[in-house]
């Protein structure tokens, strides 16, 4: 079987794929939504962490100094800390036997599949926010990669540079 490898097909898989698993991720958001949140959380960072082949996504609530925050008290209808929303979510599937091909292909188109694929998760995770009725939170709330740079600030819909949101 030849594996016809094109960045649009590649792309389009990684939207299939993560579409599936769109419902959850709405659920898991409105999860977070509905917290009640200790008063010393300042923000809310939805953070990526970006595998081959899979993603998964926590939310910490975080102060304004770059910290976690933690709730020790006995009040147990606070919440601070750190959510799974989702863990080791498949966004491309290949097969053993076209590995080598893939990364071939890969490796030479990096820089252009990068940058697409960092705004397909963005836009999947702004949809899903969106359903889940993200637009309500009266916390500011941000989508970011972990180890990259620029986050999305889901608040007012606009990259910023990661360091722009502790201020």
């Avoid at 993560?18 to 898991?28: E, F, P």
């Amino acid at each position: 079987m030849i594996l016809l490898l094109t960045i649009d097909n590649y792309l389009n898989s990684v939207k299939g794929n993560l579409q599936i698993h769109s419902d959850r991720l709405i659920q898991q958001i409105r999860k977070t939504l509905d917290f009640h949140y200790y008063e010393k959380v300042d923000l809310l960072d939805y953070t990526a962490f970006i595998q081959p082949y899979e993603l998964s996504i926590m939310m910490y609530s975080m102060d304004r100094n770059a910290n976690e925050v933690f709730y020790q008290g006995n009040d147990d209808n606070l919440f601070a800390g750190s959510f799974d929303l989702i863990e080791d979510v498949e966004y491309y599937q290949i097969r053993d036997e076209k590995e080598d091909e893939f990364w071939k292909f890969y490796e030479q188109n990096d820089e252009v599949i990068s940058k697409l694929e960092t705004d397909v998760f963005i836009k999947w995770f702004k949809d899903c926010w969106n359903q889940a009725g993200g637009k309500n939170v009266k916390l500011p709330a941000y989508f970011s990669f972990h180890d990259y740079d620029n986050c999305l600030d889901l608040t007012h819909n606009k990259l910023v540079s990661d360091g722009d949101k502790w201020f």
